[in-house]
């Protein structure tokens, strides 16, 4: 009965019958008024209410059968086996009117899931993100960046003041519901200075069509914003297997979240590669997620040599990818092979000069190398790129600090302090955002948060060795020495880049 009452929602079929019984009962007393003044008999009155009252069914049957959208009436379309769930979020009436952009440009309200069992999150978080990824392959088409986009999740959201915060002129919206191999979709369109509807679509599909929706949506935004397109496809899943393919999506889906969730995300790449050994596309996250582990969290040996594993898999499936490249730069950097690394890296910038991950490990390895000034060169260049790269101006600064003046420290703190910010409004787990943007506020004499943010980074995890390394730098620059010599004895292993750090520089002897 709760399903049918759900359906009878999402078809829009209770609002309809209220809206009939309203104009229904506006007529009536109209009649009763009208009809004795113009001298119609007492029958006439009868004959409207009975009139009235034969008209309810027809409409409601219509109402089940057929949606009202923007391109007219449309059949409603049925997905068997799949509890109807709400229906796409309704958003609050803008505010005020928005001006548009002057350019093509979109956000992306991430897309809830709707299942029954509330079980797919991780799902529909990797698919709104390869959405964002497809959309921005149309030339012409300005993006909301994937921050700020994931910043509305789960959000009661005023279209006018995200298309003004954003400075976007349209906003897509949807919702996801999956049960087993099929899915329901839907996807809204608005144009938010003018309130209008430009598309509306719901996909009832086995999950094998996944593609085929990704490149619908793609191409009727594109066609709804006349935009040209330059290729023929918009997405690259380099895999035929739909349940491959859901797997990796949920693994990116895990990936956005807490670093705590990197276990859960490596088990759903080694499915999806289980499903389909020659999906690339997860050999290469699966390689990238296991050198972050080897560079950032103290992964040691075992991470570094399987880093290595799935780096060369990937480039023997794909070796003119950029992105099976990217992942073998991390393998050799997670292994402090810093030459092979940056070499891996200057051949992926030079297949995509627009790789802006490319540029931030070029970086890493130039300061390994004790090549300052490159390394900065490559962090401002990231920070300039990627409005969401919150690790570049923070990693600058650590250059920055005692080389360039006091002022554009501060300025280069407070950008990344920003996109901290940004990201922990709905990442609010991710340790490595809490140590980096703790040394941003001190940089910015705000100390005493900054210590908030190195307790809160080291109580989500306390024998984390890249939360320990930063929090012990944070330390040493507010001169709290015993206690980052401490938090120094069980940190990470990297002697090189500990012997570079310019932030350890009141503990050297």
């Known amino acids: 009965m709760k399903a049918f009452i759900q359906e009878l929602r999402d078809r829009r079929v209770i609002r309809v019958g209220l809206t009939y019984l309203v104009v229904a ?62 229906p796409v979020p309704e958003v609050a009436e803008a505010a005020a009117p928005v001006e548009p952009d002057t350019d093509p440009s979109i956000a992306v309200v991430p897309f809830p899931d709707m299942s029954a069992e509330q079980d797919q999150e991780h799902f529909c978080d990797g698919l709104t993100e390869e959405l964002l990824n497809v959309l921005t392959k149309i030339p012409g088409l300005r993006v909301a960046s994937r921050t700020s986009c994931f910043a509305l999740k789960n959000k009661d959201v005023d279209l006018a003041q995200v298309a003004s915060r954003l400075r976007v002129a349209n906003v897509l919206e949807g919702s996801v519901r999956k049960a087993g191999n099929r899915v329901r979709i839907k996807v809204q369109l608005t144009e938010v200075a003018t309130d209008s509807h430009l598309w509306s679509e719901t996909y009832d599909r086995q999950l094998d069509d996944i593609f085929a929706i990704q490149d619908d949506i793609a191409s009727r935004i594109l066609e709804v914003l006349r935009l040209k397109l330059g290729t023929t496809s918009l997405s690259e899943p380099t895999t035929e297997s739909a349940e491959a393919y859901a797997f990796y999506l949920s693994g990116r889906g895990y990936i956005l979240g807490s670093d705590r969730a990197r276990a859960k995300a490596e088990q759903m790449y080694m499915q999806a590669i289980e499903a389909d050994p020659g999906f690339v596309r997860a050999w290469v996250q699966l390689a990238m997620l296991r050198g972050h582990w080897a560079i950032y969290y103290g992964g040691g040996d075992h991470y570094r040599k399987a ?203």
């Open 25 to 86: 009962w506006v007529v009536l007393q109209v009649a009763d008024v009208v009809f004795p003044a113009m001298g119609l008999p007492d029958t006439a009155i009868t004959l409207a209410l009975a009139l009235l009252t034969l008209g309810f069914p027809v409409v409601i049957a219509l109402a089940w059968v057929f949606d009202l959208t923007p391109e007219g009436l449309r059949r409603t379309t049925d997905l068997q086996g799949v509890d109807a769930g709400e």
């Open 307 to 509: 880093a290595y594993e799935a780096s060369e898999k990937a480039l023997a499936l794909a070796p003119d990818r950029a992105d099976s490249h990217l992942a073998l730069g991390v393998a050799h950097l997670a292994s402090q092979r810093y030459a092979e690394a940056e070499a891996e890296f200057l051949r992926v910038v030079e297949i995509d000069p627009d790789e802006v991950e490319a540029y931030h490990f070029l970086g890493r390895a130039a300061y390994l190398q004790k090549q300052m000034e490159r390394a900065l060169e490559y962090f401002e260049r990231c920070t300039a790129m990627d409005p969401d790269d919150y690790e570049s101006p923070l990693l600058a600064l650590g250059i920055m600090r005692d080389s360039s003046p006091i002022e554009e420290a501060r300025a280069i703190a407070a950008v990344g302090v920003e996109r901290v910010e940004r990201h922990l409004a709905n990442h609010p787990d991710t340790q490595r955002a809490y140590y980096l943007g703790a040394m941003g506020l001190l940089a910015l004499g705000q100390e005493a948060r900054a210590h908030e943010w190195a307790d809160h980074a080291l109580a989500l995890d306390p024998d984390s060795k890249s939360t320990r390394y930063n929090i012990a730098c944070l330390y040493a620059r507010a001169g709290l020495t015993e206690e980052a010599l401490d938090l120094l004895e069980d940190s990470i292993t990297s002697r090189r880049w500990i012997e570079n750090d310019p932030d350890l520089e009141s503990l050297r002897g």
